[in-house]
Structure formats: C-alpha cells, structure tokens
C-alpha cells in the first residue's frame, strides 16, 4: 500500500533554513505528481510545491517562490523540500501528498516551527 513518510521537521530561527523529506514506497514513484502542503493552527491546508513526474516541472505560491525549492530523487524514491529564509509564518505541519486514482496519501507530517 502508498505509504509516505516525512521527516526533517523542527524549530528553526527566523532566516534560517530546513530540509524536509518524504520517502514513499508502495506504488511506483517515478511516475507520480508529488506535492507538499502544509496546515497551521487554525488554517486550512494550503499547497506549498508540486513537482511532475516525468519531467521535473515545478511550481510554488508565489508567497514561496524563491524560498523553497522541491526536487525528487526517483532512485531514493523520496522528495525534498528545501526552505530557505524562513518566517515565523511558515510555522505548520508540513505533508507530502501524492494521488492515485483519484484518492489523496497523505504522510503523518512534519512539525516545522519557526522562532526566535
């Protein structure tokens, strides 16, 4: 069965920078669309990146474009999100998500706190 599992997550200091990442197993990595979200306290899910498979193509919100960059390794069959010049706002718990046949996997998520 899809599972995904995310680690990386933690208190970093505003500016500073994390790597999350999601190793997936159970269905054929290189061929699926992965994505990252995110949802903070008291705030609905939000999408923060998606790479394609094959060809690699991204895309962010543009309140994260330029911070955070999400690649893939298909030989690891993981996914990365790098982060970079964090904000307190970027505090949430951070998921990989991938979908099949119409269903949505989800991880357990990553805690990433952002605070001096």
């Known amino acids: 069965q899809v599972q995904l599992v995310e680690s990386g997550g933690g208190l970093v200091q505003p500016g500073g920078s994390l790597r999350l990442s999601c190793a997936a197993s159970g269905f054929t990595f290189s061929s699926y669309t992965m994505r990252w979200y995110r949802q903070a306290p008291g705030k609905e899910r939000e999408m923060v990146a998606i790479i394609t498979s094959p060809g690699g193509y991204t895309n962010y919100p543009d309140s994260m474009k330029g911070r955070f960059t999400i690649s893939r390794d298909n030989a690891k069959n993981t996914v990365y999100l790098q982060m970079n010049s964090l904000k307190p706002e970027d505090t949430a718990v951070y998921y990989c998500?991938?979908?099949?046949?119409?269903?949505?996997?989800w991880g357990q998520g990553t805690q990433v706190t952002v605070s001096s």
């Open positions: 998500n991938t979908i099949d046949n119409g269903h949505n996997y």
